[in-house]
């Protein structure tokens, strides 16, 4: 579904630098267990989106991978241009629950096997965080795993343009949390947006532009290590 606007042409109107980040020692792969083993009293900053489409709600799960490398990195996956629904967007792997799901963690292995070629037996599931649904009518479920590094990935082209890694502590630092605004139709929508300058192979860097349901939900996984 084609977008009415530019996310990347609209203004920043402000950043999040006053809240504190995620400490390393909360970012090791010990203390996300027991963080998800023992969770605290919290709540998701951002649950559900404006709705844009009009069509039955569709229930989805994704998975967060966090690579088990030396600094943790979370793995994500740059879209086709030519799918359906968010298309050239960046995304986490996952998709709509199938009736053979036994629960979501499976519709979210099943999806990064899918899309990614990531095994079941490279991700050790931490948990889940609550819904999250998006404007287009899915109601996500985010799963949370720990994945071996340096796996040989198979990403269906179809589907997946690139497979990146962003290191988490960049990610759970708020300080590159960015806040935009948009009027689409006469009703105002905000967002937030994280872009993650990567060094590129030809020299410079690369601009991976996060936004919208992945990086709300890249958020509430903040707010819910710095519960």
């Keep these: 579904m084609a977008l009415k ?3 990347l042409s609209l203004p920043v109107i ?3 630098e006053h809240l504190p980040a995620v400490g390393e020692g909360h970012l ?3 203390s996300l267990r027991e963080r998800f083993g023992a969770p605290p009293e919290w709540a998701p900053e951002i649950a559900v989106e404006r709705r844009i489409v009009d069509r039955p709600t569709a229930h989805a799960s994704v ?3 966090l690579v088990l490398r030396e600094e943790l990195t979370v793995l994500l996956t740059q879209r086709t241009d ?3 629904d968010h298309p050239g967007q960046i995304s986490f792997p996952g998709g709509r629950v ?3 799901d036994a629960d979501a963690v499976a519709t979210a292995l099943r999806e990064a096997r899918e899309e990614i070629g990531l095994a079941a037996d490279d991700v050790d599931v931490l948990g889940e ?3 999250y649904t998006t404007g287009t009518g899915f109601v996500v479920t985010p799963v949370v795993g720990l994945v071996q590094p340096d796996r040989a990935l198979h990403p269906d082209p179809f589907e997946v343009a690139e497979v990146f890694e962003v290191p988490l502590a960049f990610l759970m630092n708020p300080a590159h949390h960015r806040r935009h605004r948009v009027e689409v139709d006469g009703i105002g929508r905000e967002f937030l947006s994280m872009p993650w300058d990567a060094p590129a192979p030809e020299g410079g860097t690369r601009r991976y532009f996060i936004w919208g349901a992945t990086a709300a939900m890249l958020r509430n996984l903040y707010r819910f290590l710095s519960a």
């Design 5 to 7: 606007f530019d996310p």
């Design 14 to 16: 402000g950043t999040d």
């Design 28 to 30: 090791q792969p010990g």
């Design 63 to 65: 998975l967060i991978p």
């Design 82 to 84: 030519h799918l359906h």
């Design 98 to 100: 199938e009736p053979e």
């Design 129 to 131: 965080l609550p819904t």
